[in-house]
């Protein structure tokens, strides 16, 4: 079973950075995709990132050019780096990850099907203050 487990959450200034770390633990040989969502209060969850087993990333484009997601497949960590926070930018930021195939179809990599993401970390909080 996979888990994942966020870290690196927490509340910054206006124009602040922070970096979110998620470690994943019970992987298989198989291949993952893996995402970061978010979920500002009182709205629906949003996918923000995503990164392909292939190194392949697609962005929210709210946060294109201000969000950077990475991961270090040694150490079975994604990260976003996120810079220039407004308050807008407030939210639950959760971890997920999915396996690449499912029942032999190569699913997209994409946070728009978030049902294809299997396994999800327990959240964290960013709070960005003005």
């Known amino acids: 079973q996979v888990q994942l487990a966020e870290s690196g959450g927490g509340s910054v200034q206006t124009g602040g950075s922070l970096t979110l770390s998620c470690t994943a633990s019970?992987?298989?040989?198989?291949?993952?995709?893996m995402a970061w969502f978010r979920q500002a209060p009182g709205k629906e969850r949003e996918g923000v990132a995503s990164i392909n087993s292939d190194g392949s990333i697609r962005y929210v484009e709210s946060v294109k050019g201000q969000f950077t997601i990475s991961k270090d497949n040694a150490k079975n960590t994604l990260y976003l780096q996120m810079n220039s926070l407004q308050p807008e930018d407030t939210a639950v930021y959760y971890c997920?990850?999915?396996?690449?195939?499912?029942?032999?179809?190569?699913?997209?990599?994409?946070?728009?099907?978030?049902?294809?993401?299997?396994?999800w970390g327990q959240g964290i909080q960013v709070i960005v203050s003005s």
């Open positions: 997920a990850a999915g396996e690449v195939e499912i029942f032999g179809l190569r699913l997209p990599c994409i946070t728009t099907m978030s049902h294809r993401f299997a396994y």
């Open positions: 019970g992987y298989t040989d198989k291949e993952y995709c």
